[in-house]
């Protein structure tokens, strides 16, 4: 990792061991967000992104459990801290929103209780103090005010509110990289604009690494300086994200941006047909080539490994030189 990497994860695997089988829900993922960057992991559901993101944080709820990989945070290798270590980085050094804010809120404590629960639990300081560290933040968020609503109880904000309150407690105590994991998912296209804007200018004033989980290409065009593209728990494609939206290497980047509307072009929207496979018995070869339209007999036998495409651009598929694939447009 060079003098600019906060993150690095390398093969990651975590298995949910079920009645019906081990679903290998992240399948040997290699990833790495630098100081101040903003990565994007996109795919569908079901490709492993959240799974990814608990594993970083170790909460991957049971069944599941993270089988092999290294998660190096900072220099410091986070699968080997004990419990109570996590607990002081979750929270101080690495924070998670959720995609619902009303399940990641509990409805019979106060957003004040939240809010300094997590400031006190983090930092030795007084009750008073930390009202006032949660005032402030509530603020920084655009709560209006702030002073009087922390005395409120979730069911009283709209999901809007809701989700400014679940990004503040995020940064209740300024973590050094966020993971926000489908945070616009529920709300209605003037709220996720806000809720979007917000977080950019957060991270700018908080000088954090944030990775943005979505399947959304139009919120990856706005927000990210780099792709990481997930497909059936493994990666499929990485790369700066100009040079994925004007050249995707791989089939099913050039899938996704297809599905995304544009205005300044009449088109019908492509779907990407089929849906993601079994991830207790995953196709053979490629795990992609049961949907893809350019896949040979050599995708459905031989894995594809990740090749260099150009320094900072990787991809896994074996056509990806003799394809010309269509882009999109980053905003």
């Known amino acids: 990792m060079g003098n600019e990497g906060l993150l690095q994860v390398s093969g990651l695997r975590t298995f949910f061991f079920t009645e019906a089988g081990v679903v290998k829900a992240v399948d040997g993922v290699s990833l790495h967000v630098d100081k101040r960057e903003t990565l994007g992991l996109v795919g569908e559901s079901g490709s492993g992104k959240?799974?990814?993101?608990?594993?970083?944080?170790?909460?991957?709820?049971?069944?599941?459990?993270?089988?092999e990989g290294r998660i190096e945070?900072?220099?410091?290798?986070?699968?080997?801290?004990?419990?109570?270590?996590?607990?002081?980085?979750?929270?101080?050094?690495?924070?998670?929103?959720?995609?619902d804010p009303i399940s990641?809120?509990?409805?019979?404590?106060?957003?004040?209780?939240?809010?300094?629960?997590?400031?006190?639990?983090?930092?030795?300081?007084?009750?008073?103090?930390?009202?006032?560290?949660?005032?402030?933040?509530?603020?920084?968020?655009?709560?209006?005010?702030?002073?009087?609503?922390?005395?409120?109880?979730?069911?009283?904000?709209?999901?809007?509110?809701?989700?400014?309150?679940?990004?503040a407690r995020a940064l209740a105590c300024e973590p050094r990289l966020l993971f926000a994991d489908e945070p616009t998912t529920n709300l209605d296209v003037t709220i996720q604009a806000q809720v979007l804007d917000l977080m950019k200018g957060l991270k700018s004033r908080l000088g954090m690494s944030m990775v943005m989980i979505t399947h959304d290409?139009?919120?990856?065009?706005?927000?990210?300086?780099?792709?990481?593209?997930?497909?059936?728990?493994?990666?499929?494609e990485n790369a700066p994200t100009k040079a994925l939206f004007d050249s995707p290497k791989q089939p099913y980047t050039e899938a996704l941006l297809a599905a995304v509307p544009r205005l300044d072009q009449k088109r019908t929207l492509r779907v990407i047909p089929g849906n993601i496979p079994n991830l207790i018995e995953p196709p053979?070869?490629?795990?992609?080539?049961?949907?893809?339209?350019?896949a040979i007999e050599r995708c459905t036998n031989q894995i594809p490994t990740l090749e260099e495409v150009e320094p900072s651009h990787t991809v896994a598929c074996h056509r990806w030189r003799e394809l010309e694939l269509t882009g999109g447009t980053v905003a």
């Not at 004040?112 to 920084?140: F, N, P, V, W, Y």
């Open 50 to 67: 959240s799974v990814t993101a608990l594993s970083v944080l170790r909460i991957v709820p049971r069944p599941g459990r993270i089988v």
């Open 73 to 99: 945070f900072d220099g410091q290798d986070l699968l080997a801290k004990r419990e109570d270590e996590m607990r002081g980085i979750r929270g101080s050094s690495i924070a998670i929103v959720f995609q």
């Open 104 to 167: 990641s809120l509990n409805p019979v404590y106060s957003v004040a209780s939240q809010l300094t629960e997590i400031i006190r639990l983090h930092q030795r300081i007084g009750k008073k103090e930390a009202l006032e560290k949660a005032i402030k933040i509530l603020e920084i968020v655009g709560i209006p005010e702030p002073e009087t609503r922390i005395h409120e109880y979730p069911h009283q904000f709209s999901g809007g509110m809701k989700q400014r309150v679940a990004v």
């Open 217 to 236: 290409m139009g919120i990856i065009a706005d927000m990210a300086d780099r792709v990481t593209v997930l497909y059936a728990g493994q990666v499929f």
């Open 284 to 294: 053979p070869g490629c795990r992609f080539h049961p949907r893809c339209r350019y």
